[in-house]
Structure formats: C-alpha cells, structure tokens
C-alpha cells in the first residue's frame, strides 16, 4: 500500500499519541517507530549542540561530554562490536581537545607577536595522539571501584537508575536488548514473547530448612494482553528487622532461606512466598491496605499494629550489590494449607483483592471463557476449579521453549489454546490466570526461578539460568497466596491432605536430591523463557570486536581493589589542578605584557557578569566597569589605556619608541594597577554566585 507524504504524518501523529497515553496510564509499548523516531531526535539535537558549542560558543568539552554520554549508555545495550567505536571517540576526542587548545594558544600568540612555526600542529597533533593512546591505556587497566557499593556512593543513583531502566523497559517492550552483564533482569513489566535460549550457567545456590520449590523475583497483577506489569507503587526501606505490618495467615510456617550468589552485580533478592524479612538493607515494592477493618474481618489479623498495612512485599531489590559468593539470608511465611483447608476456604474476598487480580483486558475471546466454564463446571469450591485448569492445561498443551510469538492481531491465550497448543511456562501460568479470572477467582503471576538440583554434598539446591520460571499464584480467604503449577515440564505441587502431612509442599516421590524425570519431548527442560541475561562480553569483560575484521579482542583488567588508589588520584589531580589554575590567576611576572592583563581583566569582568559585548570599544567597556566599581576607576582606565596605545599605535616597524613617554604619564602602571583592581574584581565575582541571604 503506498501513502502519500500527509498520510504518513497523521500516522506518525497517532502513533505518538498512542505511545504517549501508553506512557501516562502506565501501560505498555511495542512500537518499534517510536524509538527509532526518539533515537532520531535526540542524535539530532545531540549533534546539533555539539556543533553548536563547539563552532559558535567556542568551548571543546560541552560538544564532547554530550555525545560521549550517549555513545556510553548504547555501549552498555548495544552490540558487542560498539566498544570499538567508543575507543575511536575517546581517541577523536581528546585529540580535538588538543587541537581546540592549540587554536586558542596560536590565536593569543598572533595578538602578542610571538613567532611559531606553520607546521606546529603536526607536532601538537602527534604527540597528543600518543599521549591519548597512553590516557585510554592507563584507564582501562586502572582497577575497578569494586568497592564502591560499600562505602553506599551510588546507591541512591542506582534506585534511581534502575527506576528509569524499568520505565524505559515498558515504553520500548518490542527491542533486542543484548545480554546484560548482571542477570536480574526481573523488572516491572514482562513482555509475552517468541522463543527463548537459556543457558546452563550457575546462577545461585540457596540452602533451606525443609523443601524448597520456587524463588520467586518478582509478581504481577496486571495483564496487557501483550504481557504483564506489577501496579505496585509503594516502596520502603526494608529488612535488617525493618518490617512492615503484614498479613497473618492460617496454617503458615516461618521458613528459613539463605541465597549465595554466582554472579556479580545483582540487586533483585529472592525469597519463598511471602518475605517477611531479610538481614541486609533493601527496597520492598508493595500495595497497602486501605481498609484495615475489612481486612481484619476477612483475615485473622495483622503482625504488627502500626501503619502501613501491608498486602504483601513482591519485589525486593538490595540497596547494594550483592556480588560473586556473597550471601544473605530471608525469612518467610509459607502456607502448610491442607487440601481439606483451601477447599472449605470459601470466596468471600475483600474488595482490595478483587479490584486487582480480576481485571482482564478486552482482548480475551469468548471461546476463551466458554472454555473456562467448561473445565470448571463440575465443581463446586475454587480450590479444586483452580486445580481442574491447572490439570487440563498440564495434559493438553505441550511443552515447548522454541514456540514463535503469537501474531499481534490475536488474542494470545485464545492462540495458545487453540491454535498452537503448545507453551513455555509464561503461557502456561498466562492462559491459567486468564482462565480463572474470567471465573471470579483472584489469581496473579509470579516469576523467579524453580527450585534446581540439590546437592547433598553442600545441602544447597544449584540453581542454573535455566531454572528461570513462571507460575500461578492463588488467593484464598484466611490462607493467602497459594502456588499452582500449569507448566507440564515441571512436577505437580503435592500438597499435605491432613495437618499430620504438613510440612512443605514437595513432588510426588521426589526425595530432596532428585529431579523429576521429564519427557523427551520437552526439549527445555524445566526452562522457560524469563529473560535471565548471560555475560556481556563472551571474551571477558573487555572483549570488543573490530567492525570490517570480525576479530574479538580480549583484554583482561586487574580485580584488584582499587577504590582508594583511584579516589586518591582523582583527590591529588584535583588539587594540584586548582593549585595551579590559582597560581596562574594571582601570579603576574613583570614581564607579562598589557594584553595578557587586559584579557585578565576582561575575564575577571565576566564573571563578575560585566564581559565585553561585541559592540563595544575598550573605552566603552571600560566605562560600564568603572560604573560598577567606582573607586577603581584609575586602574580601569590605566590598564584600558595601555592595551589601546599599544594596540592601535604601534611605532614604526612594530617597535614603541615613545612607550616610555607614554608610560610616564599614567598614574598607575598596568601592573600596579592590575594588582589593586584584581582582590576587588575576584570579590565581587564570588560574592555574584552566592545567595542572596549569604551576600550581606
């Protein structure tokens, strides 16, 4: 179909416009063309000031830092190969720096007199070359501030950080993202995709009293039809005994976990159902209570009496890393429920429960309820409805990881159950909570990881990228949030049929060391398609490709601890720095000539916001600033007189014989001058910059 110019623009405009309302209501996009058209502006304007900065305001660093910035943030997301070009922009750069300045310094010596030679800036460009080259050398072998996230510098800047990542992650669903160098990729929002590649990498190994079964990252309750998004908006300090008033249900036991990381860089934290606490700082997302006195009539009661009242905690991320071999330990409340006790549990829910985990989009076809109707007719509680779709979904769908992404003009429930019939656990868990809600039962989705392979030798479970999973979570009055499994790759959920069984749900006849045997036709294994990133850089964490070569190079940098090393560099260049730039501005050599102090003054004038406009003569500048500082007029005019008489009326040949003369009817000398007017002029220059309540 071919669209004329005008039909193009009005869908643009509506494509923006749909994003927009996307971006406002909280929803999700899948609109590649909105960040192509983004990416387009903001290179645009990127490049625009970089020119602009660079030509016409005449300073090098603000037309390199933006530019920089935006090349560093795409090399974190983007292809391998663009480390490459990063180098070549480091290079580039510093060598404009060089060039900048050198233009700067030839320009001064014209105004002065002072003779070099054409082919200087060869000289200047080579050896700036390789001073660049040895600049980007020394900081890439320079240690990493590994250390950092202990002395808490960036942990505000992280929160804030992974806040915007979450957002970005919403607005731009549709993107290949290319594998993150931490693997918790757990965020707000879950897109229902295509296939995905799981590797058998070592994630954690957690220790548990009793059986373990799901570590679960993070849950949502609201579903797009295209994926899921968690609507909770409180966050709060969380764990080391900060604590929140939550929920106490029947027939749950305080379980013990303890987590050991195989990965650097992580912050989302793990936990069984229902975390109660944690021994390390961190941030809980989670939804509050408004009616705490519903609340107490449907549930037994509260664990603690202050406010907030909370739900439950569903995402928790470290206020630090928590790096390779590091461990923390969490406690929670899971449920020991009978399958006598959910069955009589009844469904009286309170409005805060049904008003989130009922909601459906339009999309959800008829035939998708009349199938729900169906599986569920023949009983009568919702324990054993949920247990029923559960069981149809285990026997009629099959496993399959490399499944292609639903087409985008259909429901993609409706296409699982129908037309493909087959699943990974995302779709699995999706079609379960679909099918229920349309029944009245409040379900939702939880993501993590399934529980792994035990090792007896360090009575830990070895959880591998692989292990990453979705499942269904179920709420029953009086007993909270109870786990199902629809994925038919893992095992059933066997649950205690009378108190005496209590103690942990398991798999049927699954001892703790052993997996459950899967059928050959699931070629995943218990696998699913949870976005669990593997390393960055195949070659190491400095490996970068050469465009055009297809050559990989790998450069290994030190671990050592080099927090201190570098601090007290950046501290000991700093100072030396300010030292010097102050040495140069109160220094004046008796032989500094009278343009060097008027460009002085001149510089001094516009800090103090009086600099010369490019329509004013020196007298005419002059003036303005004797207005200004009126009892510093004599040096004013002394050091403005001596710059025009040697400016404008140069003797023959370039030589003054009548300087002297000259001289000799100034009251000051530009010298004396400049050393009385220069504490005034710096004075007032700070005393501009300061509040106004600090400048009395």
Not at 357 to 365: A, E, F, G
Request: aromatic share 14%; with cysteine.
């Amino acid at each position: 179909v071919h669209y004329n110019w005008l039909e193009r623009w009005q869908n643009l405009a509506f494509r923006l416009q749909s994003w927009y309302e996307q971006a406002i209501q909280g929803g999700t996009s899948y609109d590649n063309l909105m960040f192509i058209f983004q990416m387009g502006v903001i290179v645009w304007v990127t490049g625009y000031l970089m020119i602009w900065f660079l030509f016409r305001s005449g300073k090098v660093w603000p037309a390199i830092v933006p530019g920089g910035l935006v090349l560093l943030i795409n090399l974190y997301y983007a292809p391998n190969d663009i480390s490459f070009w990063f180098i070549v922009y480091l290079m580039v750069s510093l060598l404009l720096v060089v060039r900048f300045n050198l233009f700067s310094q030839q320009r001064k010596w014209r105004s002065e007199g002072v003779f070099f030679r054409p082919d200087i800036s060869i000289d200047f460009l080579r050896d700036g070359f390789i001073f660049s080259a040895l600049v980007i050398i020394f900081a890439w072998f320079t240690p990493p501030l590994v250390d950092a996230k202990a002395l808490g510098l960036f942990d505000e800047f992280e929160g804030s950080w992974r806040d915007v990542q979450g957002e970005w992650n919403r607005m731009f669903a549709d993107l290949n993202y290319r594998d993150r160098r931490v693997f918790d990729s757990f965020g707000a929002s879950l897109k229902l995709g295509g296939p995905r590649q799981l590797t058998n990498e070592p994630v954690m190994d957690v220790q548990v009293d009793g059986l373990g079964r799901y570590w679960r990252a993070v849950v949502y309750d609201y579903y797009t039809g295209d994926g899921w998004l968690t609507r909770n908006e409180e966050r709060a300090t969380f764990g080391e005994e900060t604590t929140f008033a939550l929920p106490v249900f029947e027939a749950r036991e305080v379980v013990t976990q303890t987590y050991t990381n195989h990965r650097n860089g992580s912050t989302v934290l793990y936990a069984m159902s229902t975390p109660i606490d944690l021994d390390r700082s961190a941030r809980a997302t989670f939804t509050t209570i408004p009616d705490i006195d519903t609340a107490n009539a449907l549930s037994p009661n509260w664990s603690e009496i202050n406010e907030p009242w909370v739900e439950e905690v569903t995402y928790i991320r470290s206020n630090a890393t928590v790096d390779q071999g590091e461990s923390y330990q969490v406690w929670s409340a899971i449920s020991n429920a009978t399958v006598g006790q959910l069955q009589t549990s009844g469904n009286e829910y309170p409005d805060w429960i049904t008003e989130r985990y009922l909601q459906l989009p339009d999309s959800i076809t008829d035939r998708t309820r009349e199938l729900a109707v169906e599986i569920t007719a023949d009983y009568e509680n919702n324990f054993d409805k949920a247990r029923a779709v559960e069981r149809y979904l285990r026997q009629e769908l099959t496993y399959n990881e490399g499944i292609s992404a639903p087409p985008s003009n259909v429901d993609k429930v409706d296409y699982i159950l129908f037309t493909a019939k087959e699943a990974y656990c995302d779709y699995y868990a999706t079609s379960m909570i679909v099918m229920l809600r349309s029944q009245g039962i409040p379900a939702r989705f939880a993501a993590g990881f399934a529980r792994g392979a035990f090792d007896s030798d360090t009575a830990a479970y070895q959880v591998l990228n692989k292990d990453a999973h979705s499942w269904v979570e179920v709420y029953f009055p009086r007993y909270g949030w109870i786990e199902f499994e629809p994925t038919a790759a893992q095992p059933n959920i066997i649950r205690p049929t009378s108190p005496e069984d209590e103690g942990g749900f398991s798999s049927p006849a699954l001892p703790p060391n052993t997996q459950p045997e899967l059928d050959e036709n699931f070629p995943g294994g218990p696998g699913d398609n949870i976005p669990i990133d593997d390393e960055a850089f195949a070659g190491g964490p400095f490996a970068f490709k050469l465009p055009f070569l297809g050559t990989q190079l790998s450069v290994a940098r030190s671990t050592v601890n080099g927090t201190v090393l570098v601090v007290a560099l950046v501290i000991i260049g700093g100072l030396v720095a300010a030292g010097l730039w102050w040495r140069k501005q109160n220094h004046v050599s008796p032989d500094e000539s009278v343009v060097s102090l008027y460009s002085r003054m001149i510089k001094f004038a516009g800090w103090m916001g009086l600099g010369i406009r490019p329509w004013q003569t020196p007298y005419e500048h002059a003036a303005s600033l004797q207005r200004s500082l009126p009892t510093y007029q004599r040096e004013i005019q002394s050091i403005t007189s001596e710059y025009v008489h040697h400016t404008f009326s140069p003797g023959k040949n370039g030589s003054q014989p009548e300087n002297n003369l000259y001289k000799s009817t100034q009251l000051y000398s530009s010298h004396t001058a400049w050393h009385r007017l220069k504490p005034i002029m710096l004075k007032t220059a700070i005393r501009r910059r300061l509040p106004k309540w600090l400048r009395k």
